[in-house]
């Protein structure tokens, strides 16, 4: 039993029942098959990660995003004074987590490429782009840069998915969107 | 481990056991005493936390909204310390002790220190309970920095760390002692082995806690400026992870053990089932990328190869176990006599004994929800779409909660009549328990990883944003599973009341067992006739060879499911 010593102190040269081998051999083959398919993914696939990323402290990365957001902005959402930035297609946009809110608003054109770069001034956050459902942490002092091409129009909500404190809930940004 | 009819000592040591009339293995008076004491604060933590987690199901339900959301956190802090740490580790710790001491007929190492590991986890684990509780701590389980909890959060899940590294070295005490005194023949039970590898995993856990609690702690009182927030993640999960691995083993150890006891079970293959625990020992410590996949600054190569336990070394350790295990019930429900078509064996086996059901539940749970979410959550592209959403949650209730918990809740059945020497009381509330708590805890698993898929948000207090200054309306359906979320999580409350309800009154009020009732109601069945069923005989077992082909069917389908979901994602680059 298995609360007792093996009886067969050679346990080690017993033979293998033949639905072991064959269970054994299948499952390792489905192991080689689930890691070569991430392989695969890389080279095919259109969603993955790049592995860009800097550091780069809160302070320079909110004086690229402020600059980004004075040269691009079209209007202001609401009565919220957020501003609603439109960067042109394939530039770099820059987008802040921060206690509590997402910052600035951005309007995207659908099937353009935009670099994306992400940086939190605080704590951690966690950029949910939904319901495309897109998740990625945002980290202080790091700066990530992932290639973003909408392919659908409308709008999309930023929900931040990483706990970051009493107002967590209430951290809302959002993306436009538009053809 | 009956009444005593053998108290003596051993020669050269002064040691008083007694000899289980049940099993006729010898228990020390010590292990007994510490095993108990684990036993105990583990249910107290499991009573606590289980409590706190029907407060966090019931707030996460948007028709009952029940707790404002400060103490939302709060509670949600505590349910994570008190069930995913507490309650777990301490009964880790009690079947260390039982595995090695009990199990090799031998005396416990240095029983003084197993009693100051025991006071050290306890400190430690009401330091880090008063700090969450005093509401200057609601960091969440993982406490990522830059936010920072009170001094004495960290400093309480140090000792109680340090307390738990004391009882795995009294657990390896313990193996060189009667190896020494050859209280044994031959190699060690398996399920000793498993619990060797739980142990090894739980140093490198502890030894992984130390190297990032130590410095956050430090960090806390203002000793040190900064802590790196990536490389926090890294090695806090390597605790954190592990941690999660030492469950996994010990539950699977627990699972050999109840099937030996109840069915008298023997594995299909010693060699088999000792390389798939040795998989774990080289390859589950990988598993910290899981939690590192859509981190800024870490390559692709590094995800690929950690994320999948080098060529899912690990996970094949699992997918063995996964056929021994029903295999060995098999093979040993066959051998009594349930020759009946493919699953005679399966219906006629004692599904009212709450062990056998509850090992049962288990096995299938951990399986087939678990294991198959853990390995998608796991694959470095599919994890853009579920990180820190509820799927994630979802996944882990499947593991720890259905996995570990009501493993251990099905050898607690066994525990209370042979340890403590009690009859189980309200034994129809006993015989449901298994059944209600695997619904409920099932139910909360599928329902959150559904929730997930629609992209909820986990540790998050309000899916209507009602109070942001922008609005987003997350999909209907999301609505209707965090509601059978709570319904079932309600459900699982009810189960986990029972268990409390039929273990602490069996201890308080149970009927003690002596003679007589080892031979009315005896706990240990088969006997010697199963016990010597070997592997390599030629029995067929072809109930088990459908249940793993379905399992495989499903694994399959979902795992390639999930990149047809990915696919249809905006492009990333």
Known sequence: MAITPPENKLWWKEPLHRMEIIWITIAFLWGLVMFSTMIYWHITGEQN???????????????KTEEMAEAYTVREEGDTGIPVVRPPPGSDVYLI??????????????????????????????????PTNINLQVHPNYEMVVTLTPNETGEFGIVCNEFCGIGHHQMLGKIYVVE | MSVSTAEGALVGHDEKYRTCLDTGLKVYAKTETLIKVNAVAAVLFLAVGGLFGVLVALTRWPGVHLLPADLFYLVLTAHGAAVLLFWIIFFEVAILYFASSILLNCRLATPHFAWLGFLL??????????????????????????????????????????????????????????????????????????????AIIAVFTIASGAIILIPTFLWSIGYIAEIDTVTYKLVWWGMGHSSQ?????????????????????????????????????????LACAHHMLVEPGISSEWKVFNTSYALYLAVLGSLIHGMSIPGAVEAAQRRRGFTKGIFGWLRQAPWGNPAFSGFALSVVLFGFLGGISGVVLGTEQINILMHNTLYVPGHFHATVVAGTTLAFMAISYLVVPLIFQRDLVFKTIAKWQPYVFAIGVGGTSLFMMGAGTLGISRRHWDITFSDASLTFDVPGTAFLMLGLNGIFGLLAGVGGLMYILVIVGSILFGKRRDAEAVKANPIVAGGEAVSTYGSEGTLKLPGTITLVAVFFTAFVLYYFINWKFLSEVWPLS
């Open chain 2, 245 to 285: 691995q030492i469950n996994v083993s010990a539950h699977v150890a627990v699972w050999y053990c109840i099937a030996a006891l109840v069915l008298g079970a023997k594995p299909l293959s010693e060699k088999v089932s000792r390389t798939a625990f040795l998989l774990y020992i080289l390859f589950l410590q």
């Open chain 1, 49 to 63: 990660l790049s592995n860009e990323a800097y550091r780069i402290t809160p302070d320079a990365f909110a004086e």
């Open chain 1, 97 to 130: 987590a921060r206690l509590w809110e997402w910052w600035p608003i951005l309007e995207l054109e659908k099937d353009q490429s935009y670099r994306l770069h992400l940086s939190s001034l605080d704590w951690q956050h966690g950029f949910s782009l939904q």
């Open chain 2, 121 to 198: 986890m306890v400190g430690g684990s009401l330091l880090a309970t008063v700090a969450v509780l005093q509401g200057e701590s609601s960091v969440m389980f993982t406490s990522y920095v830059p936010m920072q909890a009170a001094p004495h959060f960290y400093l309480g899940l140090i000792l109680f760390a340090v307390g738990a590294l004391l009882a795995c070295c009294v657990f390896f005490g313990t193996l060189v002692i009667a190896k020494e005194e050859q209280t044994y023949e031959g190699s060690v039970p398996l399920v000793t082995f498993g619990a060797i590898t739980a």
